[in-house]
């Protein structure tokens, strides 16, 4: 499909479309990250994180080192 033909399509089918054929924008609102509970020593907090690959990072965007 072509970006044009993606970017066509009503909200959810475009969503479903783009994590197989990405069009260059944002992610889909419903666009699944793996979340975990870390304590971010920058914030000072327990908060939610998310993980991208080998990397944690705290709501705040803050390298959470040794967190998985």
């Known amino acids: ?3 044009t033909q993606i970017l066509a399509l009503p909200k959810p089918l475009r969503w479903a479309a783009q ?6 924008l ?8 793996a979340q975990q ?3 971010c020593p920058a914030c000072g907090v327990e908060t939610a994180a ?3 690959g080998f990397t944690i990072l ?3 965007g803050h390298i959470i080192h040794g967190g998985a």
């Open 1 to 3: 499909m072509t970006r």
């Open 19 to 24: 994590l197989i054929w990405p069009t260059g």
């Open 26 to 33: 944002h992610r889909p609102h419903a666009a699944i990250v």
């Open 37 to 39: 509970f870390v304590h």
């Open 58 to 60: 705290c709501t705040e």
């Open 50 to 52: 998310t993980i991208h």
